[in-house]
T-cell receptor, first 115, second 115 residues
Framework: NAGVMQNPRHLVRRRGQEARLRCSPMKGHSHVYWYRQLPEEGLKFMVYLQKENIIDESGMPKERFSAEFPKEGPSILRIQQVVRGDSAAYFC?????????????FGAGTRLSVL | GESVGLHLPTLSVQEGDNSIINCAYSNSASDYFIWYKQESGKGPQFIIDIRSNMDKRQGQRVTVLLNKTVKHLSLQIAATQPGDSAVYFCAETITSGGSNYKLTFGKGTLLTVNP
């Protein structure tokens, strides 16, 4: 039973390029969450998605960042025109289709480095 | 704003000793707390949780204590092993009101176990 799968594990981008981070939730999970972790910091909530719906994007910057969770395929976190301050670890978590959305299982993360 | 924080950023112990990691939270409305372990290069891994209607919960070699009076949480690890070396985060959320998915993480404590 595979866990939450994220890819790539490491991503290097130059300033101004686009970064696309992918997340496949655990089998049977329909809720996906993205968190960002700056060096030596805790994780910060960014966005919560269900299939084809963004439920809460209150933690996501208004510009350059977007997220989707299509009917088919993985969830995508997209960062356009990356800047050095976007360098961080981005974690995806998933939870099963129940009310207990506080029980989240995390992937290994994507470490984004912006040169 | 309200946040979750940790008293000690680093903790070094000898193998076989007991470890205690502390966490302070300031949101009195939080009613669910989780301890996560994050090893280098990996995502957060669930260790143990506790609800606000409890003051103690035990797992395998781990115990979480909750003191709501002073808004304090601690994780006790018995007979610490080298494999316990990691960063430990506490996280909180409010399970009512529909936002139970939004976990708020502290900054983390780095536990180093010396053989």
């Amino acid at each position: 039973n595979a866990g939450v799968m994220q890819n790539p594990r490491h991503l290097v981008r130059r300033r101004g390029q686009e970064a696309r981070l992918r997340c496949s939730p655990m089998k049977g999970h329909s809720h996906v969450y993205w968190y960002r972790q700056l060096p030596e910091e805790g994780l910060k909530f960014m966005v919560y998605l269900q299939k084809e719906n963004i439920i809460d994007e209150s933690g996501m910057p208004k510009e350059r960042f977007s997220a989707e969770f299509p009917k088919e395929g993985p969830s995508i976190l997209r960062i356009q025109q990356v800047v050095r301050g976007d360098s961080a670890a981005y974690f995806c978590a998933s939870s099963p289709p129940s009310l207990a959305k506080n029980i989240q299982y995390f992937g290994a993360g994507t470490r984004l480095s912006v040169l | 704003g309200e946040s979750v924080g940790l008293h000690l950023p680093t903790l070094s112990v000898q193998e076989g000793d007991n470890s205690i990691i502390n966490c302070a939270y300031s949101n009195s409305a939080s009613d669910y707390f989780i301890w996560y372990k994050q090893e280098s290069g990996k995502g957060p891994q669930f260790i143990i949780d506790i609800r606000s209607n409890m003051d103690k919960r035990q797992g395998q070699r781990v115990t979480v204590l909750l003191n709501k009076t002073v808004k304090h949480l601690s994780l006790q690890i018995a007979a610490t092993q080298p494999g316990d070396s990691a960063v430990y985060f506490c996280a909180e959320t409010i399970t009512s009101g529909g936002s139970n998915y939004k976990l708020t993480f502290g900054k983390g404590t780095l536990l180093t176990v010396n053989p």
